[in-house]
């Protein structure tokens, strides 16, 4: 099941939520500020324990790493990468596709039935409204046919998001 929530993501209560992170995870502006100020220091040190696979690189553009949420509602903080839109032509779809699925596949595997993700790079990253929303809707449809149980929540935090979500699922 899929679901449109307008709001801030740090105050639901799902399994997981999703945080637009960036390489290093130790926090950034936007939903990672949001979340890493209402989680505490404890998420910024879980972080921190997240080893490194190249110098500043915990979690590479599309991958996803998972921490708890500490004191947050939700249980578990699922860190992604989104790509930087440079126009389009650098691969940025299918690396915001796979910030999607690889996200979808650890809530998966860490029992975490109800998962919401915000509009990951639609922020500073610049990538354009709709055809990450295209995407995300894409992915969790695909996700989903393969885990019936589970619940996708799209965590819009402005009406314009969730207008272009709410078509986008009819
Ligand atoms: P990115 O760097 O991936 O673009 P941003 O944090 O700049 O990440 O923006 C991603 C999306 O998160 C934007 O749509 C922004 O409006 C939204 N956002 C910012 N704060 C929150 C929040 N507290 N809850 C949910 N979404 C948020």
Redesign the pocket.
């Known amino acids: 099941m899929m679901r449109i929530v307008q709001?801030?993501?740090?105050e639901l209560a799902v399994d997981a939520i999703v945080n637009?992170a960036?390489e290093a995870m130790l926090g950034?502006?936007?939903?990672?500020?949001?979340?890493h100020r209402a989680a505490g220091r404890e998420l910024f040190e879980a972080c921190l324990a997240v080893p490194e696979v190249r110098p500043g690189v915990r979690c590479p553009t599309g991958e996803a790493r998972i921490t708890p949420g500490f004191r947050l509602p939700a249980g578990r903080v699922i860190h992604t990468v989104?790509p930087v839109w440079r126009g389009g032509g650098r691969g940025e779809a299918e690396r915001l596709a796979a910030c999607y699925r690889n996200s979808l596949a650890l809530a998966a595997e860490n029992g975490c039935r109800s998962v919401a993700f915000?509009?990951?790079?639609?922020?500073?990253?610049?990538?354009p409204?709709e055809a990450a929303a295209e995407i995300a809707v894409r992915e969790a449809r695909t996700f989903l046919a393969a885990h019936p149980d589970m619940e996708v929540v799209f965590?819009?935090?402005?009406a314009r998001?969730a207008a272009v979500y709410g078509k986008l699922l009819g």
Do not use: E, L
């Open positions: 709001g801030d993501i740090t637009a960036n950034g502006g936007g939903v990672d500020g949001a979340i989104g915000p509009c990951i790079s639609t922020g500073v990253y610049g990538y409204a965590c819009c935090f402005s998001d």
